[in-house]
């Protein structure tokens, strides 16, 4: 089969972290758009793809599948909905949107034009993940008493000028890494009945938080931030325990209990971009792994986060 070509609309550090994934499967970049004339051309001649700086003259030539959006935060709407109004297939990097009403836009374009649109969330389209959430569904832990999650990493260790840290970048540790805990609660358990978060902002970004989601008989605690170095994925269960160590990029999952057992399996770009580019080719316009429902409840839950940590981003003050 042709490999399925992509516009990459961004070159940075995903940009290229993923290009050099995805090009060794059935995959090509055939154009590259930037802002930075050099570092565009030079991103593009790695992998023969013509450079552009003027996005709407990469869009208007057409030489691409599908359109990958790897920028920060605050451009993802613009450049998903222009490229979504030209008739372009994209796939966006997580969040695609800054706050829920940029979301709607977005899903608003795709289902307007009729085409497909998707969240770049790879830890939903591995196998490791996916089974997870059968041992969940198939009740192997029996009934659920407690989730507990952590992701945090030292972004604080990062450059001032990093994305992450940057407030009018939409930076902090909710949008960037709290988004993998929320997203994996709502993948297993849906959307829950009631949202607490608390935490502590520095210099117009949020560094961390605890967000507690209630779902009945049992809640998830997320310990989110940029302060320190941790993660892991635990399920309590009356007759059992799923141990997820890694979840957002897992390679092993671990059931105890009545029954035991390992599964082993990886979460890359390649799986992700080969199962888009395949619903692409079938004419789905949103994926059966991230559905347009998934990416709204996860920015609304976000949203309510944000109003709680009393979190506004300077392009938000009015």
């Known amino acids: 089969m042709e490999k399925f070509s992509w516009l990459y609309v961004g070159n940075g550090s995903i940009a290229k972290q993923t290009a050099f994934t995805v090009t060794r499967g059935n995959h090509r970049i055939s154009c590259v758009f930037g802002r930075n004339e050099e570092k565009v051309k030079a991103f593009a001649k790695k992998y023969g793809a013509k450079a552009y700086t003027d996005y709407d003259a990469a869009l208007k030539s057409g030489d691409f599948d599908a359109v990958y959006i790897a920028t920060p935060h605050t451009s993802h709407k613009d450049y998903a909905v222009r490229a979504l109004k030209a008739g372009f297939p994209v796939l966006c990097e997580k969040p695609v949107g800054v706050r829920s009403d940029e979301v709607e836009e977005i899903i608003f374009a795709a289902e307007k ?5 998707c ?49 009018s970048t939409a930076g902090g540790a909710l949008l960037d890494v709290g988004i993998y805990p929320i997203t994996y609660c709502l993948n ?7 949202i607490e978060c608390s935490g502590t902002l520095r210099d117009g970004i949020d560094i961390n938080e605890t967000v507690y989601l209630h779902y009945g008989g049992f809640k998830c605690t997320l310990e989110i931030g940029l302060d320190s170095l941790k993660e892991g994925f635990k399920i309590n269960g009356k007759n059992g325990k799923i141990n997820v160590p890694m979840f957002h990029m897992a390679s092993r999952a671990s059931l105890s209990g009545a029954v035991s057992r390992t599964y082993r399996g990886s979460t890359n770009y390649l799986k992700e971009f080969d199962c888009v580019a395949r619903e692409i080719r079938e004419g789905k316009t949103q994926s059966e792994f991230i559905p347009f429902s998934r990416t709204r409840e996860s920015i609304k839950i976000m949203d309510e986060c944000r109003r709680q940590l009393g979190l506004r981003y300077p392009f938000e003050e009015e």
């Open 188 to 194: 297993l358990f849906g959307y829950p009945d009631k």
């Open 119 to 167: 969240e770049a969330m790879w830890t939903w389209f591995s196998d490791v993940a996916l089974t997870v959430k059968e041992w969940v569904n198939d009740g192997a832990v029996g009934e659920i008493t407690d989730v507990t999650a952590f992701y945090k990493f030292p972004g604080l260790m990062l450059s001032k000028s990093s994305r992450v840290r940057t407030p």
């Open 113 to 117: 034009n009729g085409v497909y649109f």
